[in-house]
């Protein structure tokens, strides 16, 4: 196995800081811990594991401030946006806190002369396999209604954000949860497959959770398969963000560009393709393109700063890529177009106009700030576009009238849409995909409920 990971400053592009690859002696130990703090965790009264997830939320604010800072330094997100996600945290753990009796309380069933119920209970050691986009949001989201639940989290986090999956770590120990329940396997990225499916196999590891990539998801979900176990899958997405004719344009180009820049675009469920009604067309991509350019890119610490760097050089090449490619197919550059020369990874906030099927920026997902803007004869038309992809986590449909926003939604296939608002994820509603954005469900009561065993009780009455 590789012997090393080093962090990279995406600012700079200087080394942070150096871990130890785990060897496979250590993961094993760490895996015989977590699947014993997992059984135990599970014994414990829904009351303890609530008030646990309660601190948890003390302890995310109370660290905030460094944790914002160990989430800019490592992958570049601006310094109001890292400390957003760990406040969305805090905001979760308390929804949890605040709702578990409810969501995993036994649920009745009326048969005569039976008395019958559901019941949701915790399953065991759960691998996470999280991506480096939202170092803190990606796993909490995950992990608080898992622990919650009365699972125990095994989290395999991406290389470059190792300093924040240690970090985390710590945080469930200083909120008084016990040690072990929460493990963060420092794996580097070539041994990573291998790690994967051997875990997987493992009996006990009871299921699995990725968000990434599909490739990454199509070996998860193979492992997953063959080993029978419950897993979730978050995977790629190319949101259409359409403006029908009768929107209120300023309103839905200010929406449309923190939809597509924030976190410098690096989302699987930020919008990317954007469809616009022909009528408006021009003018929404003339207000759109105007305050594109008006984007102040720079030092992620710097409180003018709109858009801090991608978060490695990979990714910031790979973006050039579709962007070359589809200028090269007759896509028209109307903003941006390359990286900007300089000390790390920044790109400039690029807008292409002309697009459509076929062409790269419209047909892959773009990790980075690459809008692509299409234009829509009408509604029926709109939803051709936005169909014209292999993904489906969200949509956003801007319109005066709900209803034919609603319409148009309901011809798209995702996994959420959303009228007059950007998309976004909330504890209180469920967040997943449909077709290649992958299955199953985190946020919500269903989310909850995703690593439970439901158990049927059926007592025949005079027994």
Not at 205 to 228: D, E, Q
Not at 249 to 257: C, F, G, L, N
Not at 441 to 460: C, D, H, K, P, Q
Request: charged fraction near 20%.
């Amino acid at each position: 196995m590789t012997n090393q990971i080093t962090t990279v400053c995406p600012t700079s592009g200087k080394h942070l800081r150096t871990y130890d690859a785990w060897s496979a002696e250590q993961i094993e130990l760490a895996l015989a811990k977590g699947h014993c703090a997992a059984l135990t965790w599970g014994k414990q009264p829904l009351e303890v594991r609530v008030a646990a997830v309660r601190r948890l939320a003390d302890e995310l604010r109370r660290h905030s401030a460094q944790l914002a800072a160990l989430v800019t330094a490592e992958m570049g997100k601006i310094l109001p946006e890292a400390a957003g996600e760990i406040e969305k945290s805090a905001v979760t753990a308390t929804y949890y806190a605040d709702n578990a009796h409810k969501i995993l309380a036994n649920e009745q069933v009326s048969i005569d002369g039976v008395d019958a119920w559901v019941g949701y209970e915790p399953i065991g050691l759960v691998l996470a396999v999280m991506p480096w986009n939202f170092p803190v949001w990606q796993v909490m989201r995950f992990a608080i209604p898992a622990i919650t639940a009365g699972n125990g989290v095994f989290l395999k986090h991406s290389p470059n954000v190792t300093g924040c999956a240690l970090a985390l770590e710590s945080l469930f120990v200083a909120a008084g949860l016990p040690e072990n329940l929460v493990t963060t396997l420092v794996v580097a990225e070539p041994d990573v497959p291998e790690v994967i499916e051997r875990l997987i196999a493992d009996e006990r590891i009871a299921g699995v959770t990725l968000t990434g990539s599909n490739r990454a998801g199509a070996a998860v979900g193979a492992a997953a398969g063959r080993a029978s176990k419950r897993s979730v899958l978050e995977l790629g997405g190319s949101d259409a963000f359409v403006v029908l004719d009768d929107a209120d344009v300023p309103t839905a180009v200010a929406a449309a560009v923190k939809a597509r820049f924030n976190n410098a675009g690096q989302s699987c469920v930020c919008a990317k393709r954007f469809i616009v009604s022909e009528r408006i067309a021009t003018a929404f991509t003339a207000q759109f393109v105007e305050a594109v350019k008006a984007i102040k890119v720079g030092d992620p610490l710097d409180s003018a700063t709109r858009m801090g760097p991608l978060a490695r050089a990979d990714l910031r090449d790979a973006l050039d890529r579709q962007v070359q490619a589809s200028v090269d197919a007759g896509a028209v550059l109307l903003a941006g177009g390359k990286a900007i020369n300089g000390e790390g990874y920044f790109y400039e906030p690029t807008v292409l106009g002309n697009m459509a099927p076929g062409m790269t920026a419209f047909d892959q997902e773009t990790f980075g700030p690459l809008a692509a803007v299409a234009v829509a004869k009408d509604d029926d038309d709109a939803i051709r576009l936005a169909n014209a992809t292999p993904f489906g986590l969200s949509v956003s449909i801007w319109s005066s009238s709900t209803e034919r926003a609603l319409n148009v939604a309901k011809g798209v296939a995702t996994g959420a849409a959303f009228i007059n608002a950007m998309t976004a994820s909330d504890a209180r509603i469920p967040f997943g995909g449909t077709k290649k954005s992958g299955y199953g469900r985190e946020l919500s009561a269903v989310g909850m409920r995703e690593f439970t065993n439901i158990r049927t009780y059926w007592v025949a009455s005079g027994a």
